[in-house]
């Protein structure tokens, strides 16, 4: 349906008739949900298998020579290393997000930022799990230093090169099937579009969530 300014989606809820429990890991947990269709005399009812997700953040951090900060992950699911910005799970309750992913910015990548804007919020996979992400906006940015810096990065945050990447040519890298990373690929090119308009539709960082 449109709402102001165009189309904008819809919160709704189909009959959940009853729901199974898969598996219950660390972080996610997986369910089946039997769902009732609303057309015809609504006697339909199919499995829906879910992906319970606590949620994430991302940073695009962008310098003042219009440069997008990137780490270099390993993703074992897919065999890959991939560059992404700096992002991480909503695993603080009550911690506004904005602070979630200053946190992760200077964890991951030892920065700060003078200036904080909503970027995006997005599904990740909404065919599958219910995680939902809000990338964020960074200017004004700071290294943090060594003294500063106590966050011991283990497993895959063990190893993770930092690179300054110039707006257009991280574009450019999206555009050439370079880079994967879904929160990459989102706010880079939400940024692209964001400088295009003159930085003057962001929303402030603690802007209502959908």
């Given at each position: 349906?449109?709402?102001?300014?165009?189309?904008?989606?819809?919160?709704?809820?189909?009959?959940?008739?009853?729901?199974?429990?898969?598996?219950?890991?660390?972080?996610?947990?997986?369910?089946?949900?039997?769902?009732?269709?609303?057309h015809g005399d609504k006697s339909e009812v199919v499995n829906r298998d879910v992906v319970v997700h606590p949620g994430s953040?991302?940073?695009?951090?962008?310098?003042?020579?219009?440069?997008?900060?990137?780490?270099?992950?390993?993703?074992?699911?897919?065999?890959?290393?991939?560059?992404?910005?700096?992002?991480?799970?909503?695993?603080?309750?009550?911690?506004?997000?904005?602070?979630?992913?200053?946190?992760?910015?200077?964890?991951?990548?030892?920065?700060?930022?003078?200036?904080?804007?909503?970027?995006?919020?997005?599904?990740?996979?909404?065919?599958?799990?219910?995680?939902?992400?809000?990338?964020?906006?960074?200017?004004?940015?700071?290294?943090?230093?060594?003294?500063?810096?106590?966050?011991?990065?283990?497993?895959?945050?063990?190893?993770?090169?930092?690179?300054?990447?110039?707006?257009?040519?991280?574009?450019?890298?999206?555009?050439r099937g370079a880079v994967h990373n879904p929160l990459a690929v989102m706010g880079i090119l939400a940024v692209y579009a964001?400088?295009?308009?003159?930085?003057?539709?962001?929303?402030?960082?603690?802007?209502?969530?959908?």
């Amino acid at each position: 349906m449109s709402g102001e300014g165009g189309v904008a989606d819809e919160r709704c809820r189909w009959e959940t008739v009853g729901s199974e429990q898969r598996f219950d890991g660390a972080i996610i947990e997986v369910r089946t949900d039997r769902v009732r269709m609303p057309h015809g005399d609504k006697s339909e009812v199919v499995n829906r298998d879910v992906v319970v997700h606590p949620g994430s953040v991302g940073v695009i951090c962008l310098d003042d020579e219009e440069r997008v900060l990137l780490l270099r992950q390993y993703r074992h699911p897919i065999g890959y290393l991939l560059w992404e910005p700096p992002a991480g799970l909503r695993d603080v309750e009550g911690e506004p997000l904005w602070r979630t992913a200053a946190r992760e910015l200077a964890e991951e990548a030892g920065y700060r930022a003078r200036e904080w804007h909503t970027l995006l919020d997005a599904c990740t996979s909404p065919g599958m799990t219910n995680e939902r992400t809000r990338i964020f906006l960074a200017r004004g940015l700071s290294e943090i230093s060594a003294g500063e810096d106590d966050f011991e990065r283990i497993h895959e945050e063990a190893d993770m090169p930092i690179a300054w990447v110039p707006l257009d040519d991280a574009v450019a890298a999206v555009q050439r099937g370079a880079v994967h990373n879904p929160l990459a690929v989102m706010g880079i090119l939400a940024v692209y579009a964001a400088r295009a308009a003159g930085f003057r539709d962001l929303r402030a960082p603690d802007a209502p969530e959908w």
